[in-house]
T-cell receptor, first 113, second 117 residues
């Protein structure tokens, strides 16, 4: 079965420290991978995507993610966290030629001053 | 551009009542989707559409119906509301062509928070 896993329900980090939000996936074929962010009472906003090419992709608000095919992972990273980064983050995968995205269960990021 | 517009933003229904959640997009996207979001469960696909007149079931379609008579609109119908349908509902759209900031990704609406009592 095709799936996305975010193993941490919550990640806590101090402002200014680097952050990592983990994501692993299981799909057939070449995956298209995405990260979205959701602020309270808002819809999901696109952060970044991996389609092909360089394994390190850069996105909005200073976030980046590294695609690792051998580990089937797509971890979200940021060198220096901000309090305003506190939100709910979703990893998603679009298998092969389908239009549908499969979402992970989400990880709450809490950045403390 | 308005993007994806969902109405209403909030609604309280009594058990057994019916309602339609509206979704409209102005980006000429072919694909449209309905998801529900429950705490700790991520987003579950209810129904999706690949174009006007074409719809298909997602992961959790029971208790819902959809139609897609135009490219722009994709309403979600709840016929007999049940407490298990208490959730936040998101509509999204996507295009298979370039030109949008999230190529091959989704543009989401702001959601409808539905409570069934």
């Amino acid at each position: 079965a095709q799936s996305v896993a975010q193993p941490e329900d919550q990640v806590n980090v101090a402002e200014g420290n680097p952050l990592t939000v983990k994501c692993t996936y299981s799909v057939s074929g070449n995956p298209y991978l995405f990260w979205y962010v959701q602020y309270p009472n808002r819809g999901l906003q696109f952060l970044l995507k991996y389609i092909t090419g360089d394994n390190l992709v850069k996105g909005s608000y200073g976030f980046e993610a590294e695609f690792n095919k051998s580990q089937t992972s797509f971890h979200l990273k940021k060198p220096s966290a901000l309090v305003s980064d506190s939100a709910l983050y979703f990893c998603a995968v679009r298998p092969g030629n389908t239009g549908k995205l499969i979402f992970g269960q989400g990880t709450t990021l809490q950045v403390k001053p | 551009n308005a993007g994806v517009t969902q109405t209403p933003k909030f609604r309280i229904l009594k058990i057994g009542q019916s309602m339609t959640l509206q979704c409209a997009q102005d980006m000429n996207h072919n694909y449209m989707y309905w998801y529900r979001q429950d705490p700790g469960m991520g987003l579950k696909l209810i129904y999706y559409s690949v174009g006007a007149g074409i719809t298909d079931k997602g992961e959790v379609p029971n208790g819902y119906n959809v139609s897609r008579s135009t490219t722009e609109d994709f309403p979600l119908r709840l016929e007999l509301a049940a407490p298990s349908q208490t959730s936040v509902y998101f509509c999204a759209s996507s295009s298979t062509v370039t030109g949008t900031g999230d190529l091959y990704g989704y543009t989401f609406g702001s959601g409808t928070r539905l409570t069934v009592v």
